[in-house]
């Protein structure tokens, strides 16, 4: 048995805002934004945040896995929505992994997540790391255009692997080019070309040069760099200073998602997986107070591994926005007046959360073992009319079932951050049925039959107690993995 990459996947968000729409807003007030208003980015919906995207990660990662095998979870943010509740538990929880098992939460750098894998393949349990991202940045900042919402997904142990580490190299440094305090609602970022002359090409080139010598290569030796940097070319610098060649630089998605934060260095790394050949050597970094650098070498494996959509299949899933406002108003950004229909007090009661949290979180219902009935939730009775059996129930999950709608409407009565409320009656394939929200929809591509997966989001937010709670929506079933 071999230690290394068992398997990776990703995840991003299907809206993308036209960075045209942000430029011909501030244009008017920031005349270099125009320059920059090429492409789109990826950007979470209102239903989405760190916890949602890291799931859906982890989900798309884990197919054709036995999630059982799953031993530890880490979680890399620096935009957890909850200071004081483990993050990483949630997804856990969501993903039915079972309570047997380590989870922790990996924050306050840019790197937490390239310092979380390379923790992660010292050895040790079967371990699935993950890492996303959902930036509040500031109205006409630089930020703004460059960031980008999404997860990716490593699961890491032995067995065949389709990448295993040659060599990693570590440096810390308390070089601060941004930063975040709890007072912060945004990042405070120095001046650019500081930050490329002071901060990069000092601290990443010798870093690179020390993981080469452990690995005993040349520069030459790697075949795909993968280094995010929200600044222009800082790559391409960077790699020609520890003697990689340019056409190894891989493409940062700038043009099509933006810059994903602490979750980038994976998304990357996940991005040249789908694309690499066995032989390959992938060299991944990270940088935020010093520098990770992480040097893999790709496998036969990599044939093996089971279709999953990935970076490239969630790129192709995309809504082009051009609403700013709709932006601005997911992200709390600007304050609507969302109307009486708003103001309803949506206290989570904690105790009756902890009781149904199979139900709610794991979205697992039953099935009668008596005579093979689904149905969610579960019940202490069976549904089936002829058999109406007690206590035969035994947990059947309904997170992978695919459902059809048998009846849906538009609601535009009841509030929604993102109106039409859309939701209806899902029939499960295998049985069993359930009204439930819709997400990730247009009202007038709604159909009776229309195939529909489970998605993990967020169902409601407290805004008086700042708790918000997650549940399982409904939303247009992929035609196929690529």
Wanted: aromatic share 8%; glycine share 8%.
């Amino acid at each position: 048995m071999t230690f290394g990459i068992l398997a990776y996947g990703a995840y991003i968000p299907r809206l993308r805002l036209q960075r045209k729409a942000i430029a011909d807003a501030h244009g008017w007030f920031n005349a270099a934004l125009k320059g920059q208003g090429k492409g789109e980015r990826a950007i979470a919906n209102w239903d989405e945040d760190a916890v949602t995207m890291a799931v859906e990660a982890a989900r798309d990662c884990l197919t054709g896995q036995d999630a059982t095998r799953v031993e530890a979870l880490c979680l890399a943010s620096t935009t957890f929505p909850f200071l004081d509740r483990l993050n990483s538990g949630v997804v856990a929880e969501a993903l039915n992994l079972g309570q047997d098992l380590a989870a922790g939460d990996a924050g306050q750098t840019q790197r937490a997540a390239t310092t979380a894998l390379a923790s992660a393949l010292r050895g040790g349990p079967a371990t699935l790391v993950l890492a996303a991202e959902n930036r509040t940045v500031k109205a006409a900042s630089p930020l703004e255009m460059a960031a980008g919402d999404g997860a990716a997904a490593v699961l890491v142990g032995e067995g065949r692997p389709v990448a295993t580490l040659l060599a990693a190299a570590t440096r810390t440094a308390d070089f601060v080019d941004h930063y975040r305090t709890p007072e912060s609602e945004f990042d405070y970022q120095w001046e650019e070309r500081w930050i490329r002359d002071a901060g990069y090409m000092p601290l990443v080139p010798p870093v690179i040069k020390a993981c080469l010598a452990k690995a005993g290569l040349a520069p030459e030796a790697v075949t795909r760099f993968c280094m995010p940097a929200v600044l222009a070319r800082v790559a391409q610098t960077v790699a020609k200073a520890a003697g990689i060649a340019e056409a190894a630089v891989a493409d940062n998605l700038h043009a099509v998602c933006g810059e994903t934060g602490a979750a980038h260095p994976l998304v990357m790394l996940v991005a040249a997986l789908e694309k690499a050949k066995p032989g390959d050597r992938i060299m991944v970094v990270g940088f935020g107070q010093g520098a990770d650098v992480l040097l893999f070498e790709v496998t036969d494996a990599i044939a093996d591994l089971p279709a999953r959509l990935g970076v490239q299949g969630h790129l192709t899933r995309r809504k082009e926005e051009s609403n700013y406002a709709k932006f601005l108003a997911f992200n709390d950004t600007v304050e609507l007046e969302r109307g009486m229909r708003a103001e309803a007090d949506k206290q989570t009661a904690l105790s009756a959360l902890w009781r149904n949290r199979a139900t709610v979180t794991s979205f697992v219902g039953g099935k009668c073992s008596k005579c093979g009935t689904l149905q969610f939730p579960k019940t202490r009775v069976c549904v089936n009319p002829n058999c109406t059996a007690i206590d035969t129930q035994v947990p059947e999950p309904f997170a992978a079932k695919t459902g059809r709608i048998n009846s849906y409407t538009a609601d535009r009565l009841t509030y929604s951050p993102d109106p039409p409320a859309c939701y209806g009656m899902i029939q499960f394939e295998e049985g069993g049925r359930w009204m439930m929200d819709f997400t990730d929809v247009d009202e007038k591509d709604l159909s009776v039959g229309q195939p529909m997966r489970m998605m993990f989001r967020v169902k409601d937010i407290d805004s008086q107690r700042g708790f918000r709670r997650y549940f399982w929506k409904a939303a247009p079933a992929a035609t196929g993995r690529t």
